[in-house]
C-alpha cells in the first residue's frame, strides 16, 4: 500500500483527492473557536469534504485532512480527523 493512502470506517482505501462523508467529529474539535466556525463544525455530522492530505508520515497514517466549503459564507475549512471517523464516497 503507498504512502499516501489510508482505511476509512469501512475498510476501503482512501488517499487525496477522495470525496468523503463525515460518520464522527472527534470530541473538542470546535473548542476554543469564534463562534460562527464553532457552529459550522457542529453541523458537518453528514457532510460530504474531500481529502486534501493524507499520511504525512509513518504517525499520521490514521489522520485525513478533509477540504469543506461553507456553502453560506464561502469560506473553505480544513479539518484533521482520524480516517476511520469518515466514508468514502463512491458516487457524488
Known sequence: MSD????????NVISCG???????????LSSGLPEEEATFISQLLG???RISS???????????????SDKNSG????????????LKVYEY
Open 4 to 11: 499516501d493512502v489510508c482505511i476509512d470506517g469501512h475498510g
Open 18 to 28: 477522495d470525496i468523503v462523508v463525515i460518520k464522527k467529529l472527534p470530541e473538542g
Open 47 to 49: 457532510k460530504i469534504g
Open 54 to 68: 493524507s499520511a504525512d508520515t509513518e504517525l499520521d497514517k490514521q489522520y485525513i485532512e478533509i477540504e469543506i
Open 75 to 86: 469560506i473553505i475549512h480544513y479539518i484533521r480527523i482520524s480516517s476511520a471517523d469518515v
